[in-house]
């Protein structure tokens, strides 16, 4: 029944620190890991793990690339729950909207990963000047495909960089470091497909 499926759908005005809270306690206890072993491998304290456990501080992009990355998992699945069925149609108001709190970086999910498409769709707004950076993925690697819609962007893919305009595609993976920054007097926008790397 489609009220169902919107009743599970997270409210993009909700607690998004909540949510990443459960969803990276859940993530690092699957694996075995504890406290010391996700700070050994993020790069990140134990002390900053724990408060982000315990939605008692707002990670930034940076952060939650690290967190990601130490456990091999997509910044999605930090960013979005396990269990949301799969429908046809994501209605805007219910797409998961995560703001960086320092950075003022936007990232809306529009499509979270599912074992039917294989594929995710995440749609960023970088503000002027802003830089990102993450570093590689440590397991599940996975490929990206940036169609850039608004403003200039600089991605620098390892020891690679590319500048975008709008209309541009690039394809990369996030086996090496990756940078984006806004490049120009104005904030950029793109699309990002991300699909299991072959």
Request: net charge neutral; aromatic share 6%.
């Amino acid at each position: 029944m489609p009220t169902t499926a919107i009743a599970t759908a997270i409210d993009p005005n909700e607690n998004i620190d909540t949510l990443i809270a459960s969803r990276l306690l859940a993530l690092r206890q699957a694996q075995g890991l504890s406290l010391a072993d996700l700070a050994e491998k993020s790069g990140v304290s134990k002390a900053m793990i724990s408060k982000v456990e315990r939605a008692e501080s707002s990670p930034t992009a940076m952060l939650l690339g690290k967190l990601a990355a130490g456990l091999g998992v997509s910044l999605a699945q930090l960013l979005t729950e396990d269990n949301n069925p799969v429908r046809r149609l994501y209605k805007r108001a219910e797409q998961v909207v995560w703001r960086d709190p320092e950075l003022g970086y936007r990232r809306r999910q529009i499509l979270a990963r599912s074992a039917q498409s294989g594929v995710e769709l995440i749609e960023v707004e970088l503000p002027r000047s802003t830089q990102v950076s993450y570093p590689q993925w440590t397991g599940n690697p996975y490929q990206q495909c940036l169609w850039m819609l608004e403003g200039s962007l600089r991605v620098d893919y390892g020891d690679e960089r590319f500048e975008l305009e709008p209309g541009d595609c690039l394809n990369f993976g996030v086996d090496r470091p990756l940078v984006f920054k806004a490049l120009g007097r104005s904030a950029c926008r793109y699309v990002l497909v991300m699909s299991s790397a072959a």
